[in-house]
């Protein structure tokens, strides 16, 4: 989340880049912001995007309703208080099963995911880091997506449909952590933003982080969304 700022202020090696770079680690797996996390270990590409067959019919991008919308950002909202107050467990149970099954694939595995998932709070609270506040900031962005598919009899000729059956909400975040020192404290202020996925018939959301999340990443994971689709911004800094 803050490796570009390291990077322009901290040597490879200095003590206070080690820390912050275990920061990184720790925060992401906490909060599950992992897309850090995976650019600190190296993964392996990512799968090629998946073709949709021809034979099936895309719908054309639909938007979600405003109380859809209103949803998503509640749930984020939610996210956001539970993990201020330490509550970190809830943002690991609320992570996207299809992107954490992605990420434990490129960890090594379900079991090597949880293993470094294990005792996160105690290792941040040895390492003087905690989070002040996370809180959803800016205008929404929604798409219908899907990959089911149903066939359907269209002037007596059968032919494939997608079955447009969740919601997936950009919701831009705020954030702003505290890195405890001897001399006095460093505050990380950044702006980011989760995805939230949910099924239309549930409105259950769960999230994908937005930290080093690409366009590809999502595509990958749900090809219907626009191959020109923006992702908001992701920036960060000290507060001097």
């Not at 299809?98 to 709070?121: C, F, I, P, S, Y």
Request: net charge positive; glycine share 6%; aromatic share 6%.
């Amino acid at each position: 989340m803050i490796h570009a700022w390291l990077d322009e202020r901290g040597a490879r090696g200095h003590p206070l880049r080690v820390k912050l770079m275990r920061f990184v680690f720790l925060l992401t797996c906490l909060c599950g912001l992992v897309g850090t996390c995976l650019a600190q270990v190296k993964p392996p590409p990512l799968a090629p995007l998946p073709k949709v067959p021809k034979e099936v019919d895309v719908p054309a991008p639909v938007a979600a309703p405003p109380d859809v919308i209103a949803s998503a950002v509640a749930a984020v909202a939610s996210l956001g208080d539970e993990v201020v107050l330490g509550r970190y467990q809830v943002a690991i149970e609320r992570m996207n099963p299809l992107w954490k099954e992605r990420t434990a694939n490129r960890m090594g595995g379900m079991q090597e995911l949880e293993k470094q998932l294990a005792g996160v709070a105690r290792m941040m609270l040895q390492e003087g880091i905690s989070m002040i506040s996370f809180k959803p900031q800016g205008q929404s962005m929604s798409f219908e997506i899907g990959t089911a598919t149903r066939v359907e009899n269209v002037n007596g000729v059968e032919q494939q449909k997608l079955v447009a059956d969740q919601w997936l909400v950009l919701v831009p975040t705020a954030t702003r952590f505290r890195i405890q020192q001897k001399d006095k404290p460093r505050i990380i202020e950044g702006t980011g933003f989760q995805v939230a996925v949910s099924d239309k018939d549930k409105l259950n959301w769960t999230f994908i982080d937005g930290s080093n999340l690409t366009v590809n990443d999502l595509r990958s994971l749900y090809f219907t969304l626009p191959r020109d689709l923006q992702l908001p911004p992701v920036e960060k800094h000290e507060v001097r």
